[in-house]
């Protein structure tokens, strides 16, 4: 089975100062992996997702992650945090018992961006 | 098409009561999630459907909970005797074809068991 651990419940960093937040991934098959975002009271929204080929994936707003096979990573990143970055942000591996359909998340990281 | 849908938003009931939730999803995708959240966790996957058919529900976290998708279009999630434990956010995806085609998220509905 997959499982996804994300280091570090809350995250604050200033405006402007580089964000990193962590996920470590557990697959008996090469992983499909995901990052999304949730701002309050909205759903879920895709930044990014490796599948196969290039290990450093950009997203949407600045996002950008790092597939690190030996490491079993996929933390992301964004070179300067803005205050429209605060939200909740999850990792996630494709569910291989469901044939890659369903999703496996991590607990989250909530982002505070202070002024 | 304005995303995926589900209704109500919120959910208030007393425990022992049965309580079903609605998800429209993209007009054009035909794959359908639901997973639950609680609070300070990431969704957990409950069950799926392609098209009508519900594929996977080993998941669902006890018989008192079912799901449908009749006509492959809307799904509606059931609990039945809910218990205060099944307080949470429970929310609708859906996808289009493809081994990892983007699932679009509903804004969910809070359910509270009182």
């Known amino acids: 089975a997959q499982s996804v651990t994300q280091l570090g419940s809350h995250v604050s960093v200033s405006e402007g100062a580089l964000v990193l937040l962590r996920c470590n991934y557990s697959?008996?098959?090469?992983?499909?992996l995901f990052w999304y975002v949730q701002y309050p009271n909205q759903g879920l929204q895709l930044l990014l997702k490796?599948?196969?080929?290039?290990?450093l994936v950009k997203g949407i707003n600045g996002f950008e992650a790092e597939f690190k096979k030996s490491e079993t990573s996929f933390h992301l990143t964004k070179p300067s945090a803005h205050m429209s970055d605060a939200a909740e942000y999850f990792c996630a591996v494709s569910g291989l018992d469901t044939g890659r359909r369903a999703l496996t998340f991590g607990s989250g990281t909530r982002l505070q961006v202070q002024p | 098409d304005t995303g995926v849908s589900q209704n109500p938003r919120h959910k208030i009931t007393k425990r022992g009561q049965n309580v079903t939730f609605r998800c429209d999803p993209i007009s054009e995708h035909n794959r359908l999630y639901w997973y639950r959240q609680t609070l300070g966790q990431g969704p957990e996957f409950l069950t799926y459907?392609?098209?009508?058919?519900?594929?996977?529900k080993s998941r669902l976290l006890s018989d008192r909970f079912s799901a449908e998708r009749p006509k492959g279009s809307f799904s509606t999630l059931e609990i039945q005797r809910t218990e205060q434990g099944d307080s949470a956010m429970y929310l609708c995806?859906?996808?289009?074809?493809?081994?990892?085609?983007?699932?679009?998220f509903g804004q969910g509905t809070r359910l509270t068991v009182v």
């Open positions: 697959s008996s098959v090469p992983p499909y």
């Open positions: 459907f392609q098209n009508e058919a519900q594929l996977e």
């Open positions: 995806a859906s996808s289009g074809q493809g081994l990892v085609a983007e699932a679009f």
């Open positions: 490796y599948t196969t080929g290039a290990t």
